[in-house]
């Protein structure tokens, strides 16, 4: 069986094609295709355990009762009413 080819064609406009090409220049020959499955492999973990995270969040959240704040309802100062009304040219 014949190894697959990759090919990685970044375009130097896009910032983050330029920033992964400089990540990968920066890595020694030799290295660069265990570096590429390495990084591959990373992000399919974080994936998968940030969606584990977020289920188990959701899970717990759920099992929490939640309560509405009460705002304390404060009336407006009738100096600050005369000071609006003032504003609106009412006497």
């Not at 717990?60 to 009460?70: A, D, I, M, Y």
């Not at 100096?79 to 504003?87: A, C, K, V, Y």
């Amino acid at each position: 069986m014949s190894r697959p080819l990759f090919g990685f064609r970044p375009n130097l406009r896009n910032k983050a094609h330029r920033k992964a090409w400089e990540i990968l220049q920066a890595v020694p020959e030799g290295r660069k295709n265990a570096f590429l499955v390495q990084a591959i492999l990373e992000h399919e973990e974080e994936e998968a355990l940030e969606s584990t995270l977020r289920r188990v969040l959701r899970e717990e959240l759920q099992s929490v009762p939640s309560q509405p704040v009460q705002q304390p309802e404060e009336a407006i100062p009738s100096e600050m009413m005369g000071f609006l009304g003032s504003l609106l040219g009412e006497d």
